[in-house]
């Protein structure tokens, strides 16, 4: 049970966040600094400090929590919708939802740095969510398809959530099934 004081922490480093993302939404990162970071959250920068030591640090903990609640959420999936359709129709779900902040790290230049501290997660995932059609094999092939994997899916966000009007999740779905489907047909074919 989550006492007060850390509800009340919890609520704090939210604002930051919040705060964080404001700011990106009208300068660059670079030149946004704590002191803003703090005033925008209506928070003392001691308060900022508490929590984090520098915005850096502030963004790596939204990376590493936007992460481990993207873990969670998957874990959730009833093993009858582990259908690959679903889970990806899920994928795009649930970065839909944080399309504002995902844009905005494209248009900084900081979502490669978030691709780089969630990618390591892409074994985690393997491990608590084991799918049928995920490959057999030995620990080092299984990090390097999962590795493969994660890049091409961060790229797909990359790709398409940048765009103003971006496609629904479930229609993302559907063009990213019917091109691993062509993919698949031409690599058989030996085209």
């Known amino acids: 049970m989550v006492n007060g004081q850390e509800r009340l922490a919890q609520q704090s480093r939210d604002w930051l966040v919040t705060a964080l993302f404001d700011l990106l939404g009208e300068q660059p990162y670079e030149t946004i600094t704590v002191k803003q970071i703090a005033e925008k959250a209506q928070l003392s920068r001691r308060t900022f400090y508490r929590a984090f030591r520098d915005k850096d640090d502030l963004l790596d903990y939204y990376d590493r929590e936007v992460g481990q609640r993207y873990l969670t959420a998957l874990q959730q999936i009833t093993p009858q919708k582990m259908v690959f359709k679903e889970v990806l129709t899920y994928f795009f779900t649930f970065w839909w939802e944080e399309r504002q902040q995902i844009r905005l790290l494209i248009k900084q230049g900081l979502f490669s740095r978030m691709l ?46 940048v765009h103003e009007h971006p496609e629904s999740p479930a229609e993302m779905a559907t063009l990213l099934m019917a091109g691993l489907k062509q993919l698949g047909e031409s690599g058989d074919s030996g085209h």
Do not use: C
């Open 116 to 161: 780089a501290k969630i990618t390591p997660m892409a074994s985690e995932i393997y491990r608590v969510f084991p799918a049928p059609w995920h490959i057999a094999g030995s620990p080092t092939e299984t990090d390097y398809i999962m590795s493969f994997a994660a890049g091409g899916f961060w790229n797909v966000l990359n790709q398409w959530l």
